[in-house]
């Protein structure tokens, strides 16, 4: 009973509930119009791969453009950003809908119009996955996923049969128009929400830095960097059966729309029961456990699919690939949201929807050749074996189990008071850090240190040096390189409380008698005209 009160936990919030119900209706639309575009390829293109690369299209934007979308969820007002996403995908949805009942639909043009529906998703996401931390409170945000993950596998579990439904009854463009309608709950509800303004005295960063500042930080967190993998592996392997899924509904089924359909709902129910056993096996089960069970699963999946011939036999299978699908998925978003701070959280989620969306294209494309050039039993096969090696890739990268880290600001660190007038974009930046530390207390200092080069870079630190006095071997300095005085105020508000245990590690194996002196020096060229920095006559650093 207590389980079940704590999975419902997020429910409590009202907008996280209004949002959610919402976004129910815009996954059954969402749900309903991939029927339609799956199955109306299968009729206008005679290749597999083709009718592959519906899933592709679909899937590739979300891999292109989700740091930018990342970078714009971190700097800029997220509601807004959803509400102009789902705009988008409203016009677009609009519009094959209107070309799919004129008849005048090709197969490009289909694949034209599911990629730029791709692009409202990749745009979308971010924000979205970032959201929920907004919505709800920390300790609630895996509950949080896990319902997310019901929500659009409750609709996954039905849409499809309605999608087949309406694509066999109304036909193609029927389906699209549901879909246009699906939008506009989650606008209305978005338009509502009024989220606390987080305070900021900094202005938003530039898209191209905001992006390398996402990359960096990931590339400086090896824990997210294996989750990355992980999700990529996961996404070319297991896309193979929503891929090919039409193609064996048709063709070894002997199947239509609707037993499509039918097919795609048992991957839905088997999703849901995947979302709530989650959480029962997290809590005595590691999460590269987990992780290697979904691997497996899937690979059992796509080899009874393959084999099978009966419909009840493949939907056995496809709802055990269902239940794997979200299994790996949730566990994944989970760990990347729990191991990252908020001012980057949107980033550190689009590059992990980059890489597992990623997969899925490439994945999508792979398989349909495949399928094409062999069959389609022989690409399921295939990728069955792939999901193995997916799975003894956790012998050497396990994935971090679940991080309990508080990953809040610091907010230690307060502006010096400065005799220049030093602007935003002044610059570049020196910082020098003065250390006496006992010969005896060096071990632990170089280890101490070796742990800050890593959160000073990944926070935004360049040229990161540890340098020792050759005449008063005590005496040690750290120095570090930024671009502007604004970008050395960021770096310091980026420390987490998390990273105050390095800082307080350090400071205590410094034995001078005052506290490590810190040198804030502004670089100059050796000319008269690079001396223009005037002495400041207040305390206003902005």
């Known amino acids: ?46 290749s597999a791969d083709l009718v592959a690369l519906v899933q592709a299209s679909t899937t590739l934007p979300v891999m292109i453009f989700s740091l930018a979308s990342g970078a714009l ?81 409750l609709t996954r579990s039905v849409g499809p049969a309605i999608g087949g439904l309406i694509v066999a009854t109304a036909g193609a463009a029927a389906a699209f128009a ?3 309608v ?47 993998l992980r999700g990529f592996l996961f996404g070319f392997t297991a896309v193979v059966v929503l891929a090919l899924l039409p193609l064996v509904a048709r063709d070894i089924l002997d199947g239509g729309a ?21 959480g029962r096996l997290r809590e005595f089960l590691s999460n590269e456990t987990i992780a290697r069970m979904a691997f497996i699963g899937f690979a059992v999946s796509a080899s009874l699919t393959a084999w099978s011939g009966q419909a009840w036999l493949t939907g056995l299978a496809v709802g055990l690939g269902g239940a794997c699908w979200v299994l790996a998925l949730a566990l994944f978003n989970v760990t990347v949201q729990l191991s990252t701070p908020r001012w980057v959280l949107g980033r550190a989620l689009a590059l992990y929807q980059t890489a597992t969306f990623g997969g899925m294209a ?34 050497r990268l396990a994935l971090p189990d679940r991080s309990s880290l508080d990953l809040d600001p610091l907010n230690r660190w307060k502006a010096p008071p400065l005799a220049l007038d030093l602007q935003s974009r002044s610059g570049p930046m020196v910082i020098l850090i003065e250390y006496v530390i006992r010969e005896t207390d060096v071990p632990a200092f170089l280890d101490a240190m070796a742990e800050r080069r890593r959160i000073r870079r990944r926070d935004g630190a360049r040229q990161w040096e540890l340098m020792r006095d050759t005449e008063k071997p005590e005496q040690w300095i750290e120095s570090f390189h ?55 006559s207040h305390d206003d650093l902005h």
Not at 100 to 125: D, K, V
Not at 514 to 527: D, K, Q, S
Request: glycine content about 8%; some cysteine; overall charge positive.
């Open 178 to 180: 549901v879909n246009a």
């Open 362 to 395: 490439l994945g999508s494309w792979v398989w349909g050749l495949v399928a094409e050039e062999y069959s389609i039993s022989a690409s399921l096969l295939a990728a069955a074996v792939f999901m193995v090696a997916g799975a003894a890739v956790g012998l």
């Open 258 to 278: 609707l037993l499509y359909g039918l097919m795609l709902g048992c991957y839905g129910i088997g999703a849901v029961g995947g979302a709530f056993l989650g």
């Open 73 to 153: 969820a971190d700097s800029f007002d997220r509601r807004r950003v959803m509400i102009v996403a789902q705009l988008f995908m409203l016009t677009i949805s609009i519009a094959l809908a209107l070309f799919a009942w004129l008849g005048t639909m090709s197969p490009w043009l289909l694949l034209g119009f599911t990629f730029l529906i791709g692009c409202g998703t990749a745009l979308n996401n971010p924000s979205w996955q970032a959201s929920v931390g907004d919505m709800v409170p920390r300790s609630a945000l895996p509950a949080a996923v896990a319902l997310n993950s019901v929500n659009f596998n």
């Open 482 to 536: 930024v671009p502007t005085w604004l970008d050395y105020v960021r770096h310091n508000q980026r420390t987490t409380k998390a990273d105050a245990s390095v800082s307080d590690t350090i400071r205590a194996l410094h034995s001078g008698a005052e506290p490590p002196r810190v040198h804030r020096m502004v670089v100059r060229p050796a000319t008269r005209r690079g001396v223009g920095t005037e002495l400041k």
């Open 182 to 228: 699906s939008y506009l709950p989650l606008i209305f509800v978005l338009s509502r929400w009024k989220p606390d303004a987080q305070p900021n005295s900094l202005p938003p960063e530039r898209m191209w830095t905001g992006m390398t500042a996402g990359l960096r930080y990931v590339a400086m967190s090896p824990h997210i960097e294996k989750v990355l």
């Open 1 to 46: 009973m207590t389980e079940r009160t704590s999975s419902l936990a997020p429910f409590a919030h009202p907008v996280f509930r209004d949002v959610w119900v919402a976004s129910l209706a815009s996954n059954l639309g969402a749900l309903i119009q991939a029927v339609g575009a799956a199955w109306l390829m299968t009729s206008i293109a005679a």
